[in-house]
């Protein structure tokens, strides 16, 4: 069994910053990938960051979605059992619910995916 847990999200003004982290915790070999996903009101869940790991010592492949390029930043701490995305420069466009969603290998060497509860964000006056 695997869990994801969100947290660090809140209530900024526009132009600060806030940083979130997912964190795996559970029975598995490795995590594959780390992404972070966001749904804003009213619309649909999209892609905001992203970390791809190509085997076990690879540090990773990053991708950002145009809207987080310059502005946010995914990474992991040593043990990678915890993602962070550093969100600077917020707008009330990143007013949103993000989830992280973890692929991870086990023992076996299958492929499985979690998402988390996720965790608000707000970025208002």
């Known amino acids: 069994q695997v869990q994801v847990v969100e947290s660090g999200g809140g209530l900024v003004q526009p132009g600060g910053s806030l940083r979130l982290s997912c964190r795996v915790t559970?029975?598995?070999?490795?995590?594959?990938?780390v992404h972070w996903f966001r749904q804003p009101p009213g619309k649909q869940r999209e892609f905001v960051a992203g970390?791809?790991?190509?085997?076990?010592?690879?540090?990773?492949?990053?991708n950002y979605a145009d809207s987080a390029k310059g502005r946010f930043a995914i990474s992991s701490d040593s043990a990678e059992k915890e993602v962070y995305l550093e969100m600077n420069s917020l707008t009330p466009e990143d007013t949103a619910f993000y989830y992280c969603?973890?692929?991870?290998?086990?023992?076996?060497?299958?492929?499985?995916?979690?998402w988390g509860q996720g965790t608000q964000v707000t970025v208002s006056s």
């Open positions: 969603n973890v692929g991870v290998l086990d023992t076996s060497g299958g492929g499985y995916e979690y």
């Open positions: 559970g029975s598995f070999v490795r995590i594959a990938a």
């Open positions: 970390i791809t790991k190509h085997g076990t010592t690879s540090h990773g492949t990053k």
